[in-house]
């Protein structure tokens, strides 16, 4: 069974960083797309960035240039750097994943293991 668990979250000033981690376990194959996902209080969920196959490699246009997403497979852990945040930002974050091939990372309806979340405040 695939679990995932998030952490890192917390609250910070605008223009501050924060890294959120994603501890992986349970994959039973090495085809799978894994990713962050973000949800405001009254919003759809969204996709901010994931890795899919074949090296690719998503960021929404909102987070270009701000955050960047990396992996240790030793660790078999996602991270998502953040840096000059926005009360935009603001959401509870999920890192999620699916196994198989031929799955747009960024989808979120197609994820099928999601874990339970880790909540960012950019306020002053």
């Known amino acids: 069974q695939v679990q995932l668990v998030e952490s890192g979250g917390g609250l910070v000033q605008p223009g501050g960083s924060l890294r959120l981690s994603c501890a992986a376990s349970?994959?039973?194959?090495?085809?799978?797309?894994i990713g962050w996902f973000r949800q405001a209080p009254g919003k759809e969920r969204e996709a901010v960035s994931c890795?899919?196959?074949?090296?690719?490699?998503f960021y929404a246009n909102s987070v270009k240039g701000r955050f960047t997403i990396s992996r240790d497979n030793a660790k078999n852990t996602l991270y998502l750097q953040m840096n000059s945040l926005k009360p935009e930002d603001t959401a509870t974050y999920y890192c999620?994943?699916?196994?198989?091939?031929?799955?747009?990372?960024?989808?979120?309806?197609?994820?099928?293991?999601w874990g339970k979340g880790t909540l960012v405040t950019v306020s002053s």
């Open positions: 349970g994959f039973s194959s090495d085809e799978y797309v």
């Open positions: 890795f899919g196959h074949e090296g690719y490699t």
């Open positions: 999620a994943t699916t196994l198989g091939t031929g799955v747009w990372c960024a989808n979120y309806h197609a994820m099928k293991y």
